[in-house]
């Protein structure tokens, strides 16, 4: 298996986080703001052609611009190249993609994004 580069460890530990945090009714790392202006960062993912390098720019990119702290905190490499796995023992089917998907397509982030979001809005009402 291919080591995974900086870019591509940062896009699935974002998507990992958005999956992770859309279940809960209350995100301590993902501010309410953030969930509003995911469009945003969408629409700037349009751009990225499947570019794994202009992914992850742009969603460092987004969470500076809105200093989303928290976000960017968590997206920094942990100590082992693995995503800490203390939340959940058993990966569910959406997870098991982020995780092992080879290539990470512009469409497969958005869907995952827009995913997150769906679920994120169900845990709000």
């Known amino acids: 298996m291919m080591p995974t580069s900086e ?3 940062i896009v699935r530990a974002f998507l990992l986080l958005l999956h992770r945090e859309s279940k809960k009714p209350e995100s301590e790392i993902i501010p309410r703001k953030a969930w509003e202006t995911l469009g945003e960062l969408q629409a700037s993912l349009k751009a ?3 570019d ?3 992914i992850a720019l742009s969603i460092t990119k987004w ?3 809105y200093q989303y702290s928290s976000i960017l905190q968590a997206l920094r490499p942990v100590q082992s190249d693995a995503i800490p796995e203390d939340e ?3 990966e569910d089917e959406t997870e098991t993609q982020i995780l092992r998907i080879t290539n990470l397509s512009i ?3 958005d869907e ?3 995913q997150a979001q769906k679920q994120h809005n169900r845990q709000e009402l």
């Open 112 to 114: 995952t994004i827009s």
């Open 7 to 9: 870019n591509e460890r």
């Open 48 to 50: 990225a052609n499947d």
């Open 63 to 65: 969470c500076r611009e």
């Open 88 to 90: 959940d023992p058993d």
């Open 107 to 109: 469409r497969f982030v």
């Open 52 to 54: 794994i390098k202009t």
